[in-house]
């Protein structure tokens, strides 16, 4: 079942099903083919629906750029499907073709570092233009490049398209790096933590930004955080990963204002709250994320969790449903639930 729970007429731009990724560690002291596999992602569904946001919300390590990486094809899937508009996308990068390329963009964390230093914004946006067939002679690339800079708020446009990477603000390489991803003309922006190296006092213009980008031009956005207060803000729908798998999923106002999954309860109550200045958090962090190489059996967030039980320890909790839209994978909400805390 595709873990995504927004009501929508239109069909999916987007789709993951049961999608995994194990990556082989490699080091001295394994003979080829013996060393241990990292359970990056494990069997993660999910589906964006074209003008709308959906966040993917995790701590460091929960696997969550993983995912991106792998819907942006720069990850070959161990096993599940991917499809792009309903049609499954090949496994092979090379099959999957330049469609997938242009349809599905991927936004970085660091702007810097996706702009090339020695080009002028022009270039950068220029260049897909061309590539993609959207601009035939230098005067028509001059106007597009024009509307998409005026598009992310770049302006005066001709100041900015001759300024080299190094010349822009953080926020103004951010918003160069996503004109950039429109040039292609996608239908699905992925953002990898799109604001969290931009200083704060211009995240929520940059996420304002996307927000109405996926309004204005239909765009399926899915946008990957550790911050799950801005998912309540920015995305219509919410998916908490752990430990490489999705835990919650629903609306973001009852996945973040009525959080059921204990590991979601965790994270809201680590995020930053000027009503708790000063206090301890509500629900104290009991330990790290767990070994991927070896992860914890049954519930991945046993060892951590306040409320587990013996069951919890043993067998993978189901897919509960709270609502419609609202589910849940914890044992405190399943028929078999009760077996006893530890
Ligand atoms: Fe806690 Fe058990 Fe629920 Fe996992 S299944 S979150 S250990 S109560």
């Avoid at 990292?38 to 999910?46: P, Q």
Wanted: proline share 8%.
């Amino acid at each position: 079942m595709v873990d995504s729970t927004i009501v929508t007429s239109e069909d999916p731009a987007l789709e993951a099903v049961r999608l995994t990724k194990h990556f082989r560690v490699r080091g001295q002291g394994w003979r080829i083919g013996r060393s241990p596999r990292l359970r990056a992602v494990d069997e993660v569904s999910l589906a964006l629906y074209p003008g709308t946001v959906t966040a993917l919300v995790g701590e460091s390590g929960s696997g969550k750029s993983t995912v991106a990486r792998l819907l942006a094809r720069l990850y070959r899937p161990t096993s599940g499907t991917i499809r792009l508009h309903g049609e499954s996308v090949a496994r092979s990068r090379r099959r999957s073709g330049k469609r997938y390329a242009r349809s599905v963009q991927l936004i970085l964390q660091d702007p810097f570092s996706s702009l090339n230093p020695v080009h002028t914004v022009r270039y950068h946006l220029s260049r897909p233009l061309r590539i993609h067939g959207f601009a035939r002679n230098r005067e028509q690339a001059d106007q597009e490049v024009a509307e998409l800079l005026a598009e992310v708020r770049l302006v005066p446009q001709d100041q900015f398209a001759e300024k080299f990477p190094h010349e822009l603000s953080g926020g103004q390489r951010q918003r160069a790096a996503i004109a950039r991803c429109l040039a292609a003309q996608p239908s699905v922006l992925l953002a990898d933590e799109p604001v969290s190296m931009l200083d704060v006092s211009i995240r929520l213009g940059v996420l304002n930004l996307l927000k109405s980008l996926a309004a204005n031009r239909n765009l399926a956005v899915l946008y990957i955080t550790h911050d799950i207060a801005s998912a309540r803000y920015f995305a219509s729908t919410t998916l908490v990963m752990y430990a490489g798998m999705l835990v919650e999923g629903g609306p973001s106002e009852d996945v973040t204002q009525e959080p059921a999954h204990p590991y979601a309860r965790l994270l809201l109550a680590s995020a930053p709250d000027p009503d708790r200045f000063g206090q301890a958090p509500p629900i104290p962090d009991r330990g790290e994320p767990p070994n991927l190489i070896a992860p914890p059996t049954g519930c991945r967030f046993h060892p951590r969790c306040s409320q587990a039980m013996s069951i919890c320890s043993q067998q993978d909790p189901p897919r509960a449903e709270l609502s419609d839209t609202h589910w849940v994978r914890c044992w405190l909400y399943s028929p078999n639930e009760g077996t006893g805390a530890q």
